[in-house]
Nanobody, 127 residues
Framework: VQLQASGGGLVQAGGSLRLSCAPSGGTSSSYPMGWFRQAPGKEREFVAAINWNGSSTGYADSVKGRFTISRGNAKNTVFLQMNSLKPEDTAVYYC?????????????????????WGQGTQVTVSS
């Protein structure tokens, strides 16, 4: 599975961006998926995650109430709507997919629980 992340860019503080992540090759599988980010000099950190059909989600405390993760109608595309952006949100954002299709409400927070990663998309928030 190859993941294509897009939607990053430069935005002023308080602005919004919407990131997208889709598997290449047109797979119809619905994996639990997540978003992580990594700022320069820092470790990769969890941002948000979603279960296989979008009925269950989880967020890092730092983004709760500002970011929303969702799945597209085809279920294999995942979005991250980012509102009220802050300079500290500046990072490369990565989408990831858990390697097994697991039904139920489970989503994942730790990087090692994901098997497939996208190439990353840069988000820069200016003050």
């Amino acid at each position: 599975v190859q993941l294509q992340a897009s939607g990053g860019g430069l935005v002023q503080a308080g602005g919004s961006l919407r990131l997208s992540c889709a598997p290449s090759g047109g797979t119809s599988s619905s994996y639990p998926m997540g978003w992580f980010r990594q700022a320069p000099g820092k470790e990769r950190e969890f941002v948000a995650a979603i279960n296989w059909n979008g009925s269950s989600t989880g967020y890092a405390d730092s983004v709760k109430g500002r970011f929303t993760i969702s799945r597209g109608n085809a279920k294999n595309t995942v979005f991250l709507q980012m509102n009220s952006l802050k300079p500290e949100d500046t990072a490369v954002y990565y989408c990831a997919a858990h390697g097994s299709i697991l039904y139920g409400s489970r989503w994942y927070e730790l990087p090692y629980e994901y098997d497939y990663w996208g190439q990353g998309t840069q988000v820069t928030v200016s003050s």
